[in-house]
């Protein structure tokens, strides 16, 4: 069975950084894109980032631009979510994703084909 086991998380003070990785198992890694998605407390699940392994085309969405990046080591099945400048907003439950195939602009819309379990991310003020 296809595996995404996240870790990284923990409670950090706002400004400080975190960095998420999550190892993929049992699937082939070049074929699929790999996403960041977070759902905080009281709210729906929000798609955070997200890289087509192809070509290496990373989204983000608006609230973590230029704070946040994503890369993936292809030697090792990871992926990695670094998070810098951290906000209180931040704080959620992040999830790893995977999605046979490419991806678009419109990433945000597809059906991720595999979800990890959560690790959490706590931003103190």
């Known amino acids: 069975d296809v595996q995404l086991q996240a870790s990284g998380g923990g409670l950090v003070q706002a400004g400080g950084s975190l960095r998420l990785s999550c190892v993929a198992s049992?699937?082939?890694?070049?074929?699929?894109?790999f996403g960041w998605w977070r759902q905080a407390p009281g709210k729906g699940r929000e798609g955070v980032s997200i890289?087509?392994?192809?070509?290496?085309?990373?989204f983000y969405t608006d609230s973590v631009n230029g704070r946040f990046t994503i890369s993936t080591d292809n030697a090792k099945n990871t992926v990695y979510l670094q998070m810098n400048s951290l906000k209180p907003d931040d704080t959620a439950v992040y999830y790893c994703t995977a999605i046979l195939g490419t991806i678009g602009i419109s990433w945000r819309d597809y059906d991720m084909d595999y979800w990890g379990k959560g690790t959490q991310v706590t931003v103190s003020s």
């Open positions: 049992e699937l082939t890694f070049d074929d699929y894109a």
């Open positions: 890289i087509d392994t192809s070509d290496n085309t990373t």
